[in-house]
C-alpha cells in the first residue's frame, strides 16, 4: 500500500471535516439535491464519455493509485545480472527453466522469445509494441480521474446557477432564499471536492505508476536484448544501474 497516498487522503478530508465540524457543525454542509447534481452528473457524465468496460473497472483502477503492484528494481536488475551470468556460462538456452518459472509476465515473455532464438529485432518490436499498448490502456485509465474534477467542477457550477436562478424567483420570500443560496454555494463545495481531492490526485498518481511500470519494462527489454547479444554481466549491470538515481546504483560485483 502507499502510505502517503493514503496518508494524504486522510489528512485532506481530516482537516477539511475539522474545519467545517468547529464551525456551524457538518449538519449544514449536507445538502441531498446538491450531492444529486454534483455526484450523480459527474457519474451520469463518466457513463457518456467511457465504455462501460472501463467504468466497471473504476474501483480497480482506484486500487492501483493507493495498492500498486511494486516491482523491486534493484533487485530486478540483480536478477536480469544474474541470467546474464548463466547464460554466458551455460548458453542462452539453459534459461529456459527460468523463463518457465517466472512470474512477471513481460520478463517471462521475453525471456523466452529469446531463448526461442528469435531475432533481436523482432523482440524489441514486440516488446515495445507490447509497452505502447499498456502506456495507452494507463492514459485512457488515468483520464476517468482527470475528467471527473473537469466534470466535478462544471456541474458544481450548473449547480451553483440552478440554485441562484431559483433564489432569484423567490425574492419576494425571504424563506426560500436561504435554501436555494445553500444549494448555489454546496454544489460549488461539492464539484471542488471531488475535483481536487479526488479527481486531480489520483490521475496524478496513476500517471506516475504507468512511468514506474514504464521504467521497469524497459529494464527488462534492454537487459534481454543484452544477455541475448551475449554482452559482459559487468556491462549489462552497468547499463541497467543507470536506469536508477546515483544515490540508488549499487554493483553486485563489487
Known sequence: MDLGTVVGLVVVLALIFSAMAMGVGIGPY????????????????????FKMEQMKSFGKIFMIAIKPPRENVPELIKKMVDYSIKARRDGILALEADANNETNVFLKKGLSMAVDGNEPDIIRTLLETDMEQTNSRHKSNSSIFDNMAGYGGAMGMIGTLIGLVAMLMNMSDPSKIGPSMAVALLTTFYGALLGNVFGSPIATILSIRDDEENLVKTIILEGILSIQAGDNPRNLEAKLLAFLPPKERKSQFE
Open 30 to 49: 449536507i445538502d441531498i439535491p446538491s450531492v444529486l447534481i454534483v455526484f450523480g452528473g459527474t457519474t451520469g457524465a463518466l457513463l457518456i464519455a
